[in-house]
């Protein structure tokens, strides 16, 4: 009976087939996953990108806020919390507007960032610019320079 094939031989190469072919949309489904996350904790985080650089003397913090007034942004400093948020608007529908939209994708859009500053600042010296679309916020330290100081020890 060598010569007998294997009863089964055509539902195990289905089965075979099969789990190549979910293997396959597992790993799709996956990919989709891991984009779609990735794509809503960049959004859901903050909708736009942040830089802190440290001068020296002061911090600066650069964030990038395209289409945005400086009407449109507010930035708050809380302790060592800086706090920085955004909200525009469509652009105004005018009443006697006859336009058609084909597509209109423009939308409402708003961020909110939280950034805990790695050292205290000096809350008066603050100050903020935007330019092409670029926020560039400058925290001046607290404490001055930060000159090593050496500390004698009372005998």
Known sequence: MPDRPY???DVQELFDRLTKQLESAARSWEMDVDNQSRLDLSTEQS????????EGDALVVTVDVPGYDTDDLE???TGETLTITGERERTAEREDDDEIYLRRERRV?????HLRLPEPVDADGVHATVNNGVLT??????GGSG?????????
């Open 47 to 54: 909708g736009t990108s942040l830089d802190l650089a440290d």
């Open 7 to 9: 009863p089964f031989e």
């Open 109 to 113: 859009a708003s961020f909110s960032r």
């Open 137 to 142: 916020i400058h925290l001046p330290k607290l």
């Open 75 to 77: 930035i708050r400093l």
């Open 147 to 155: 000159d090593v100081r050496t500390i004698e020890i009372d005998e």
